[in-house]
């Protein structure tokens, strides 16, 4: 599977963005899609993640609450939607397809990344 993410940008601190990935590939169907996030000099870490019904989402402590991921079947394409957003928020946000969990590890298949900035 392939995977594109956008929607990255600036916003100001309490602004909202939504990142959209857009996946090709057979195995779409079947993949779990996580999101994860790396700040400068920081690891990359978990932030959100779907099962391929959409039906069991799991969610980061500190999005809790602020952001959402929805996926469209039909369209191949899985959201994050980010609201309230925080200056800690600001990082590079990749999607990722493959198992279901909070791992890095436990994706295979990785988006190349689009940078969200928000400003204080």
Excluded at 5 to 11: C, F, N, Q, R, T
Excluded at 28 to 52: H, L, N, T
Aim: glycine share 12%.
């Amino acid at each position: 599977v392939q995977l594109q993410a956008s929607g990255g940008g600036l916003v100001q601190a309490g602004g909202s963005l939504r990142l959209s990935c857009a996946a090709s590939g057979p195995t779409f169907d079947w993949s779990a899609i996580g999101w994860f996030r790396q700040a400068p000099g920081k690891e990359r870490e978990f932030v959100a993640s779907s099962s391929r019904s959409g039906l069991s989402t799991y969610y980061a402590d500190p999005v809790k609450g602020r952001f959402t991921i929805s996926r469209d079947n039909a369209k191949n394409t899985v959201y994050l939607h980010m609201n309230s957003l925080k200056p800690e928020d600001t990082a590079v946000y990749y999607c990722a397809a493959g198992n279901l969990g909070v791992e890095v590890r436990m994706y295979g298949f990785w988006g190349q990344g689009t940078l969200v900035t928000v400003s204080s």
